[in-house]
């Protein structure tokens, strides 16, 4: 897609439900595919990339959706710890204008 489309309109949404998980898509989206074993290894597409549990990416979806569909995953899991971890991965800058 991005080849196809271009990088500026595209923004990867992840869901992963822990830090490492969503620390290997970021990379692998961002990087290229750190495991050298996918379509993406070596490639590097830096898109800019957010969980779902991000507060820029929170604001942008309805509220009734959001408390009925990813909410509870949000309390059950590790939230925080994602957010920092991909903020942290991402250098802290937001990629995002809200």
């Known amino acids: 897609m991005a080849e196809q489309?271009?990088?500026d309109d595209i923004v990867?949404?992840?869901g992963a439900p822990n830090v490492d998980s969503c620390l290997v898509?970021?990379?692998?989206v961002t990087r290229g595919d750190p495991t050298y074993a996918g379509p993406l290894a070596g490639i590097e597409l830096d898109l800019?990339?957010?969980h779902?549990?991000?507060?820029?990416?929170?604001i942008l979806i309805d509220t009734e959706r959001y408390a009925s569909l990813i909410e509870t995953l949000e309390l059950g899991l590790e939230a925080d710890t994602i957010v920092?971890?991909?903020q942290d991965a991402r250098g802290s800058v937001s990629q995002i204008e809200t």
């Not at 779902?52 to 929170?58: A, G, R, S």
């Open 48 to 50: 800019p990339t957010f």
């Open 52 to 58: 779902v549990f991000e507060p820029e990416i929170k």
């Open 12 to 14: 990867v949404l992840l």
């Open 84 to 86: 920092k971890a991909l």
């Open 25 to 28: 898509q970021f990379e692998t």
């Open 5 to 7: 489309y271009g990088k």
